[in-house]
């Protein structure tokens, strides 16, 4: 019976260090949600700012700061770019996993079980 005690206490550690590691995985995508909606605000306020200033010389090729509307209208049309969120989201998600299977060899160690 101490066995299957042990083998009992483990799996309820583990369990829980599963649920601090899918946690801390919720928190990672909400992060990237909340940043993911910034930067596409911001790509937006920039779009829609070229725009109308693109929209106010497009048809006087002669006008003033015609050609850096135009570069800035081209520009602001490149999609927004999430490299970044993406990134940290990955890195969090990473994190997670590392202690996770840290914590799980700890359990395993502190009670006498062999994990692969």
């Keep these: 019976?101490?066995?299957?005690?042990?083998?009992?206490?483990?799996?309820?550690?583990?369990t829980q260090a599963?649920?601090?590691?899918?946690?801390?995985i919720s928190e990672a995508y909400r992060a990237f949600n909340?940043?993911?909606a910034e930067t596409m605000r911001n790509h937006r306020e920039a779009y829609?700012?070229?725009?109308?200033?693109w929209d106010a010389v497009k048809s006087t090729p002669e006008a003033d700061?015609?050609?850096e509307a135009r570069q800035a209208f081209l520009t602001a049309n490149v999609?927004?770019?999430?490299?970044?969120?993406?990134?940290?989201?990955?890195?969090?998600?990473?994190a997670a996993d590392t202690a996770y299977h840290a914590e799980v060899q700890k359990?395993?160690?502190e009670?006498?079980?062999?994990?692969?």
């Design 18 to 24: 599963e649920a601090r590691r899918q946690q801390a």
């Design 107 to 109: 359990i395993a160690a």
């Design 34 to 36: 909340v940043k993911h």
């Design 111 to 116: 009670h006498g079980v062999t994990v692969r």
């Design 79 to 94: 999609p927004a770019d999430h490299t970044e969120a993406r990134a940290e989201m990955a890195s969090a998600i990473r």
């Design 1 to 14: 019976m101490p066995d299957h005690n042990r083998l009992r206490e483990y799996e309820d550690a583990k």
């Design 65 to 67: 700061g015609y050609e």
């Design 48 to 53: 829609m700012a070229a725009r109308a200033d």
